[in-house]
């Protein structure tokens, strides 16, 4: 603890100039003594959120309940064997298109990376996941208000994305205000695809795209030297990139700027079932709302709320 009369004041500053949460302060492990002493978080917790200041994320073991999970995989299941002809079943992202209808082929389609995009507009069992307590409990810690989920993404299999910051592709109002999770729906087998990441990569230096830019800007050439230079970043500092070896009901929540990205494959048949959600603050918002009027905020407990598609917008077909 620091001893005020004693040692230096430091000034809080933010890593990015776009700002950030309290986690991202020069000053956050002092923050964390203090919350203790106050009792708005425990020991264990604060040992956490220091692993989570230091290295960009945290692991949470067993946080979700099996049965839960169970619930989930037997709903996309239901939905593989027959999908309905409701308009909402048009949340496949297959790299060709963003709204199609599922095939009851898509769950064992090799070398095919389906995603299923927000589940939990339509299936509460999807909820159940992305809502998780444990989950929502440390990211409530870090935010310090109410909780807002605004992308979901199902994977059957490994994504094999290239590693990237979600600053650049998810768009919120604050930059830096951005935090992810990540659950494995089953004990993930090595060569399938693991999540795949660069530890303390929120630390790399800032990459502007057209020099100011957080956002990768549509239609902007420098997407390959951005991917260079998070590799480059990583090999500077001598930090390889890691597997995440999760096993059925383990959390994995990464903040903003962290680089993290989809293993190599090495048998297409391999699943790596797993959800992943991208949260923002209440009072701050995904930049689509500017140009998407098709989504509402419906809240799903004690200060958790969710973008959902409009009913009356999904059912119309």
Not at 45 to 68: P, W
Not at 245 to 263: E, L, N, Q, T
Request: glycine fraction near 6%.
């Amino acid at each position: 603890m620091i001893d005020p009369f004693r040692d230096p004041v430091q000034v809080p500053q933010f890593r990015s100039r776009f700002g950030g949460f309290w986690t991202d302060l020069n000053n956050a492990p002092d923050l964390i003594d203090g919350k203790v002493s106050l009792g708005s978080m425990n020991q264990e917790e604060a040992q956490l959120l220091r692993f989570f200041v230091e290295n960009g994320y945290l692991i949470l073991r067993a946080a979700v309940d099996i049965d839960r999970i169970d619930e989930l995989n037997r709903d996309i299941e239901k939905l593989s064997e027959d999908p309905p002809a409701e308009a909402w079943v048009n949340c496949i992202e297959d790299g060709h298109g963003v709204t199609r209808q599922m095939t009851p082929a898509d769950k064992d389609e090799p070398d095919k990376m389906i995603k299923l995009l927000d589940l939990y507009s339509y299936l509460p069992s999807a909820r159940e996941i992305v809502f998780a307590p444990q989950t929502m409990r440390l990211i409530k810690l870090i935010f310090e208000r109410p909780v807002l989920a605004h992308q979901s993404l199902f994977f059957f299999k490994g994504s094999q994305q290239p590693i990237h910051q979600d600053t650049a592709f998810v768009r919120v109002s604050s930059p830096m205000e951005l935090v992810a999770s990540w659950t494995a729906l089953e004990d993930i087998e090595p060569g399938s695809g693991e999540l795949t990441y660069y530890p303390k990569s929120h630390q790399f230096p800032e990459f502007l795209f057209e020099g100011k830019y957080k956002w990768w800007p549509p239609g902007c050439d420098e997407l390959g030297r951005y991917y260079e230079h998070l590799n480059e970043c990583a090999a500077a500092r001598n930090i390889p990139r890691t597997k995440f070896p999760a096993r059925k009901g383990d959390v994995f929540i990464w903040s903003a700027d962290f680089a993290h990205g989809g293993g190599e494959i090495d048998d297409p048949y391999k699943t790596r079932r797993s959800i992943a959600a991208h949260y923002c603050p209440i009072n701050t918002y995904p930049m689509y709302l500017h140009y998407e009027n098709s989504k509402e905020i419906i809240q799903a407990g004690d200060d958790i709320y969710y973008w959902s598609q409009k009913k009356e917008y999904w059912r119309s077909g």
